[in-house]
T-cell receptor
Framework: DQQVKQNSPSLSVQEGRISILNCDYTNSMFDYFLWYKKYPAEGPTFLISISSIKDKNEDGRFTVFLNKSAKHLSLHIVPSQPGDSAVYFCAASGGTTSGTYKYIFGTGTRLKVLA | SAVISQKPSRDICQRGTSLTIQCQVDSQVTMMFWYRQQPGQSLTLIATANQGSEATYESGFVIDKFPISRPNLTFSTLTVSNMSPEDSSIYLC??????????FGPGTRLTVL
């Protein structure tokens, strides 16, 4: 059961334009949603997160939107730069019955920004 | 954020052997996680390692195959035991104190022949 889904395995965008990466989830109990960027041979890098009680969070060129009714979140990158080319993972975190929490990751979207 | 290092960064191992991966954090953290990323796939949580308690394993992962130690709040190890080619993967440790953000180490790329 894939609780966090990224249905687009890849995306190509021209430099300077907007990149929109999408993510869907099934569990309404998630507390936080996060986006990570991953370059080859490196660990994922945290980009931006949003609490389940908000619908938008912005940090520089990155904005995350959350639509709880649709169980959908998106990451907007404006303007896109060639250095943004990487694999982007969305993740959701929530509590467990043991009182801890854990993260569920999507399958990733490979973004390519064309110069 | 936290600075996380992993050793080794990569290794090539023979079938049937074991490899222990170390994860060191520059600050004390409550929760440490171990993930696996197989080629072309997402990050799959292996287990959650809290200091002072047994690691909590996800479905499909067992302690005999992936024993974990967490001797203090800045260090953890993951052992991949009795390896087979199917264990070839990138193994990542991560840390989190709040449930709102998680920081990853650079990963260990394991190839099993």
């Amino acid at each position: 059961d894939q609780q966090v889904k990224q249905n687009s395995p890849s995306l190509s965008v021209q430099e300077g334009r907007i990149s929109i990466l999408n993510c869907d989830y099934t569990n309404s109990m998630f507390d936080y949603f996060l986006w990570y960027k991953k370059y080859p041979a490196e660990g994922p890098t945290f980009l931006i997160s949003i609490s389940s009680i908000k619908d938008k969070n912005e940090d520089g060129r990155f904005t995350v939107f959350l639509n709880k009714s649709a169980k959908h979140l998106s990451l907007h990158i404006v303007p896109s730069q060639p250095g943004d080319s990487a694999v982007y993972f969305c993740a959701a975190s929530g509590g467990t019955t043991s009182g801890t929490y854990k993260y569920i990751f999507g399958t990733g979207t490979r973004l390519k920004v064309l110069a | 954020s936290a600075v996380i290092s992993q050793k080794p960064s990569r290794d090539i191992c023979q079938r049937g052997t074991s490899l222990t991966i170390q994860c060191q954090v520059d600050s004390q953290v409550t929760m440490m996680f171990w993930y696996r990323q197989q080629p072309g796939q997402s990050l799959t949580l292996i287990a959650t390692a809290n200091q002072g308690s047994e690691a909590t394993y996800e479905s499909g992962f067992v302690i005999d195959k992936f024993p974990i130690s967490r001797p203090n709040l800045t260090f953890s190890t993951l052992t991949v035991s009795n390896m087979s080619p199917e264990d070839s993967s990138i193994y990542l440790c991560s840390v989190d104190n709040t449930g709102t953000s998680q920081y990853f180490g650079p990963g260990t790329r394991l190839t099993v022949l």
